[in-house]
């Protein structure tokens, strides 16, 4: 028996991306700013390799607090993104093996954002669908919980759901679960989806909330994202057609449509992933692919630029490490890894266009650095060679048996 456990911390990034500068983010280094602010205690990272992972990235270290030097079993180095984009679709589309082959499209910081072409047609299929959607409000950039507080009893009293945008290629559909229906909700992002292909949009996001007026609107755990598929076949899709188990914990099965997820397990907050996480390697015992996003690390701190939550949250994640691995089995690879970065110490609210760690154990297997890879496609490269699954063209190289890639 041969698994994987995918674990994706969504935004860790760890600076030093070669094309930072083209995104406005040279300088930007999650984990290294973060430290630098609020000294981090992650004993059982560091020993799986995380600070040599920075160092190999960065040629200097990451301050923490009770650093370890890597297991002699621990793989550990960097990739850089090959697709032009700095978000979640991009990122785990890549190294799931498939690189974006679209140029994602992206709606400019004005007021209106999105094309009235698009909202009009949007909207058209939506009222002869019989949603009764007599039009939209915010058309702009925002973040989330700003919009519905600022938007929300509006919405409430007109009918018209909130659509709002970011720097990444997305629109977000806020919607009041009772008031607007969350159903209706969902059915508004269906139509949205298919309209927005013809526009390379990467994500539509149902964004539903509760409260019935300013300072008690709180967004809910039912949000859906419908994400653009790129052509190609990710390893996922490999795996799943090869009769191997593919679990998706958490967002993972929405950020990749469905495509090679046999099984989807909801969960929420660290501890809640954690534990599904554990849940399914006990379930799992066959070989098969288990991969969990950690959404908190993105969603509550990084675009909150709240130094303290993420710092805080890396830390319990840390804690939480030892029961992981404590479930391995021999012939298992686990594999720790980020899809961009969200720098909370950086201006504004978006991604920042980074480096990501790639580090974990296969076994007692002795792989050690890995270097910085030339993209994140090696990843799916190695979890084919491990599982042994057959793709007609390599999706990138295997640091199981070609190590640095430099």
């Known amino acids: 028996m041969r698994r994987v456990i995918w674990l994706v911390l969504d935004s860790f990034g760890i600076g030093n991306a070669p094309d930072a500068a083209d995104f406005g983010d040279a300088g930007a280094d999650t984990l290294g700013h973060i430290a630098a602010q609020r000294p981090l205690s992650l004993p059982n990272l560091t020993a799986l390799g995380l600070q040599a992972a920075y160092e190999i990235n960065n040629g200097t270290k990451a301050t923490l607090k009770n650093d370890r030097p890597p297991l002699p079993q621990a793989f550990y180095g960097a990739a850089q993104e090959q697709s032009a984009g700095k978000d979640t679709l991009s990122g785990h589309w890549e190294m799931a093996g498939v690189a974006m082959d679209v140029a994602m499209h992206f709606f400019p910081d004005t007021q209106p954002t999105f094309p009235p072409e698009l909202i009009q047609t949007i ?16 058309d702009r950039h925002a973040s989330g919980v700003e919009v519905i507080n600022t938007l929300g009893e509006e919405h409430i009293a007109t009918g018209k759901p909130i659509f709002y945008t970011s720097a990444d290629s997305v629109i977000q559909i806020a919607a009041h679960e009772e008031h607007f229906g969350l159903d209706r909700l969902y059915r508004l992002c269906v139509i949205s989806r298919e309209v927005a292909d013809a526009y390379a949009v990467g994500r539509i996001i149902a964004r539903p909330f509760v409260g019935e007026k300013i300072g008690e609107f709180v967004r809910t755990k039912n949000r859906r994202d419908y994400a653009l598929r790129p052509s190609g076949t990710s390893v996922l899709e490999y795996a799943q057609a090869q009769g191997l188990p593919t679990v998706g914990i958490g967002k993972i099965h929405d950020i990749f449509g469905g495509y090679g997820i046999g099984h989807k397990r909801p969960a929420y907050t660290l501890e809640g992933l954690m534990d599904e996480t554990l849940a399914q390697i006990d379930a799992v015992q066959e070989s098969g692919i288990i991969m969990t996003n950690f959404v908190d690390f993105d969603m509550e701190w990084g675009h909150r630029r709240d130094v303290e939550g993420y710092a805080a949250g890396l830390e319990y994640f840390d804690s939480r490490v030892p029961e992981l691995l404590a479930k391995l089995h021999e012939d298992d690879l686990l594999i720790l890894t980020a899809d961009h970065g969200c ?64």
């Open 123 to 138: 909207l058209d299929r939506a009222n002869a669908e019989g949603l009764a959607i007599p039009g939209i409000l915010g």
């Open 343 to 406: 720098d909370p110490t950086w201006s504004g609210t978006d991604h920042t266009r980074e480096n990501i760690p790639v580090f974990g154990v296969l076994g007692s297997k002795t792989i050690g650095e890995i270097g910085i890879r030339d993209g994140f496609g090696d990843m799916a490269e190695t979890i084919a060679e491990h599982l042994g699954i057959a793709h007609p063209k390599p999706f990138g190289t295997s640091f199981l048996t070609h190590g640095d890639a430099e």
